[in-house]
């Protein structure tokens, strides 16, 4: 298990309450898994919109469980931003 820190940006940090917050996980899937749990409601609605950069990576069109995670990295949330 790899341990590191998810970022939440405009609506998903207002969703979750936090800025930021650690993750525990394997994968992407486990840690998005781990922030539904923390968060109920509206997060949950706000991370279907959301892409993903994993350690400056862009998740893009991978399988959130595909999505390794490195110990120390860092999970970007990024909900869709208005006027591009």
């Known amino acids: 298990m790899a341990v590191g820190t998810i970022r939440y940006w405009a609506a998903a940090r207002a969703a979750a ?3 930021e917050e650690p993750y525990t996980a394997e994968s992407l899937a486990e ?3 781990g ?3 923390r ?3 509206e997060l949950t609605r706000v991370l279907q919109r959301c892409s993903f950069i994993v350690d400056g ?5 991978r399988g959130h469980e595909t999505v390794r995670l490195a110990e120390g990295g860092t999970v970007e949330v990024l909900p869709p931003f208005a006027g591009g």
């Open 17 to 19: 309450g936090v800025a």
């Open 31 to 33: 840690a998005l898994d």
């Open 35 to 37: 922030a539904r749990v």
């Open 39 to 41: 968060h109920p409601g």
């Open 57 to 61: 990576d862009p998740v893009g069109t």
